[in-house]
T-cell receptor
Framework: QKEVEQNSGPLSVPEGAIASLNCTYSDRGSQSFFWYRQYSGKSPELIMSIYSNGDKEDGRFTAQLNKASQYVSLLIRDSQPSDSATYLC???????????FGKGTSLLVTP | NAGVTQTPKFRILKIGQSMTLQCTQDMNHNYMYWYRQDPGMGLKLIYYSVGAGITDKGEVPNGYNVSRSTTEDFPLRLELAAPSQTSVYFCASNVDRSGPEAFFGQGTRLTVV
């Protein structure tokens, strides 16, 4: 069974702080890594993609990938109450057709 | 450009009833997917399709069937509904195999009683 693990949270951070969300995966054949944001009662929304080791920045979001440690993370700088949502980590193997999702981490940004 | 459209948004079924969840996309994507999401859980793949006439099982296919007669449509059929099928169902599409499922429908919240 190929696993994608995330802490369920909730992770609570004050407004303006950095939120750090973590994800580990078991399949060493994984090649593509994604973060989705899901507001309560809504569908997942793709916010970051990362394919190679290192950091990738997009606005207030930074994705970090370490394939040797099988670890991917998402940093949200200057967190805002509107960032409060569940963040889903998703992984795709090079041989795969579909994503393997973690259970998600609930983030609460308090004013 | 509507993206991925799912109908219905909500449905209550009685045990043993059947229904079809509809999914349509207007982006000419070959790859389409059905996921289910139980409370506090991630998404689990039910079925996927890589093009018209081609479908395959995902992680949790039991109790479901799919068909893909056109590029646009990918309906999910529930036969003999059971309480374990109470969930939120998402349809998604992708432009190619390597990228993410970037386009999700609004979801169908199904309750089986």
């Amino acid at each position: 069974q190929k696993e994608v693990e995330q802490n369920s949270g909730p992770l609570s951070v004050p407004e303006g702080a950095i939120a750090s969300l973590n994800c580990t995966y078991s399949d060493r054949g994984s090649q593509s890594f994604f973060w989705y944001r899901q507001y309560s009662g809504k569908s997942p929304e793709l916010i970051m993609s990362i394919y190679s080791n290192g950091d990738k920045e997009d606005g207030r979001f930074t994705a970090q990938l370490n394939k040797a440690s099988q670890y991917v993370s998402l940093l949200i700088r200057d967190s805002q109450p509107s960032d409060s949502a569940t963040y889903l980590c998703a992984v795709k193997a090079n041989s795969g057709y579909a994503l393997n999702f973690g259970k998600g981490t609930s983030l609460l940004v308090t004013p | 450009n509507a993206g991925v459209t799912q109908t219905p948004k909500f449905r209550i079924l009685k045990i043993g009833q059947s229904m079809t969840l509809q999914c349509t996309q207007d982006m000419n994507h070959n790859y389409m997917y059905w996921y289910r999401q139980d409370p506090g859980m991630g998404l689990k793949l039910i079925y996927y399709s890589v093009g018209a006439g081609i479908t395959d099982k995902g992680e949790v296919p039991n109790g479901y069937n799919v068909s893909r007669s056109t590029t646009e449509d990918f309906p999910l059929r529930l036969e003999l509904a059971a309480p374990s099928q109470t969930s939120v169902y998402f349809c998604a599409s992708n432009v190619d195999r390597s990228g993410p499922e970037a386009f999700f429908g609004q979801g169908t919240r199904l309750t089986v009683v």
